[in-house]
């Protein structure tokens, strides 16, 4: 069980273009989804804590507009990098917590990595 | 908010060998403790966790413990295989179900 996915598993595009990533809680619901971005050799980055029914929850930094974050059900939130730049290219990863689960622990997607050309 | 430190940032250790991972924490609030492990390209798994109201938790080869006092806690790999080598990465939470802070990893090479 706590199986999380994320879709695409890489994306290429132009940069000034607008990429969606996609993160799905296969076998059970979650409220909260959670979204990092890791670059090469580094530690995950929390971007935002993205909330069903409700406005995603920022980190100190991450620019808002410039990355849409979209909570529309229990088991979807969506990523939309708005206007991308090369410097946005890195490996973007979700994640979710099980409230019916006996942990709190967060179950990671596969991760997106995306390349801004 | 939440600062946690990790060390070292590369082991390495013969097969066979163990291997300890420490991490520090900042917030005397923080109540939850995962460990996970990361391949290249991979997602992170969950390897073990611990609560604050315990002080030692094993599964196999695998071990963590964890002094509130002192605000850290650490990673014990026993008997370590080549399988192992990877990144590790802990982290602390504060509440239930919230957001994790990551320590900055540890990367592990268990030499055959």
């Known amino acids: 069980g706590a199986v999380v996915s994320q879709h695409p598993s890489w994306v290429i595009c132009k940069s000034g273009t607008s990429v969606k990533i996609e993160c799905r809680s296969l076998d059970f619901q979650a409220t909260t989804m959670f979204w990092y971005r890791q670059f090469p050799k580094q530690s995950l980055m929390l971007m935002a804590t993205s909330n069903e029914g409700s406005k995603a929850t920022y980190e100190q930094g991450v620019e808002k507009d410039k990355f849409l974050i979209n909570h529309a059900s229990l088991t979807l939130s969506t990523l939309t990098v708005t206007s991308a730049h090369p410097e946005d290219s890195s490996f973007y990863i979700c994640?979710?917590?099980?409230?019916?689960?006996?942990?709190?622990?967060?179950?990671f997607g596969p991760g997106t990595r995306l390349t801004v050309l | 908010g939440e600062n946690v430190e990790q060390h070292p940032s590369t082991l390495s250790v013969q097969e066979g060998d163990s291997a300890v991972i420490k991490c520090t924490y900042s917030?005397?609030?923080?109540?939850?403790f995962p460990w996970y492990k990361q391949e290249l390209g991979k997602r992170p798994q969950l390897i073990i966790d611990?609560?604050?109201?315990?002080g030692e938790k094993k599964d196999q080869r695998i071990a963590v413990t964890l002094n509130k006092t002192a605000k850290h806690f650490s990673l014990h790999i026993t008997e370590t295989q080549p399988e192992d080598s990877a990144v590790y990465f802990c982290?602390?939470?504060?509440?239930?179900?919230?957001?994790?802070?990551f320590g900055s990893g540890t990367k592990l090479n268990v030499k055959p």
């Open positions: 611990i609560r604050s109201n315990v």
């Open positions: 982290a602390a939470s504060i509440g239930n179900f919230n957001k994790f802070y």
């Open positions: 917030d005397s609030a923080s109540n939850y």
């Open positions: 994640s979710a917590s099980n409230p019916q689960g006996l942990t709190d622990t967060q179950y």
